[in-house]
């Protein structure tokens, strides 16, 4: 199972990555059978503002980089969506990753990582509705981060014994959903 850790902000001094950075080492530390993960940085992918002459539902992707992104994805068997909370809502980086393609996306399990004002609570929970619109099958696996504000000041996150435990249960959700 290959699972894509999609890092969903962009901004400099972003926490995402260095969230993103932990929990794949967490999962590789879990020695779990059969699971895969890749860190998708949308940095790093510097898509542009999504502006193609057909939606994306018809398949037909008409710019190079969108392309490359419906491959990208493709490849993938589930995903941990990383976002930030926004003015009570998710990173727009993320939502143009999201919006970029369409059938790549659709009957793949999703879990959700959160952090920021309300420990991400409302990011995740319009997180959640749109990638359920577009096909991605919601695991119901989710984990808030707390106090990011007051724990972000070293180059590494370091995870408590909630949040531990938290990504053992995301993964295990997730892992339901692998057909080996």
Do not use: C
């Amino acid at each position: 199972m290959l699972i894509y850790i999609i890092v969903g902000s962009i901004r400099e001094g972003r926490t995402a990555i260095k969230i993103a950075n932990w929990v794949d080492q967490a999962i590789n530390e879990l020695s779990l059978n059969d699971i895969q993960t890749e860190i998708i940085d949308l940095k790093e992918w510097a898509l542009p503002i999504f502006a193609g002459a057909h939606p994306p539902a018809t398949g037909v992707y008409d710019q190079p980089k969108q392309q490359q992104w419906a491959d990208k994805i493709a490849a993938a068997d589930a995903f941990i969506l990383i976002s930030p909370e926004y003015n009570h809502g998710y990173s727009p980086a993320l939502k143009n990753a999201l919006d970029y393609v369409a059938k790549e996306w659709q009957g793949k399990p999703a879990a959700y990582v959160g952090y920021g004002a309300t420990n991400g609570s409302r990011s995740i929970d319009q997180l959640r509705q749109v990638a359920t619109y577009i096909g991605l099958v919601d695991s119901n696996a989710v984990l808030e981060i707390r106090d990011i504000f007051k724990r972000n000041k070293e180059e590494t996150f370091e995870a408590n014994e909630f949040e531990v435990k938290g990504l053992s249960a995301l993964m295990s959700k997730l892992q339901k959903y692998h057909i080996a």
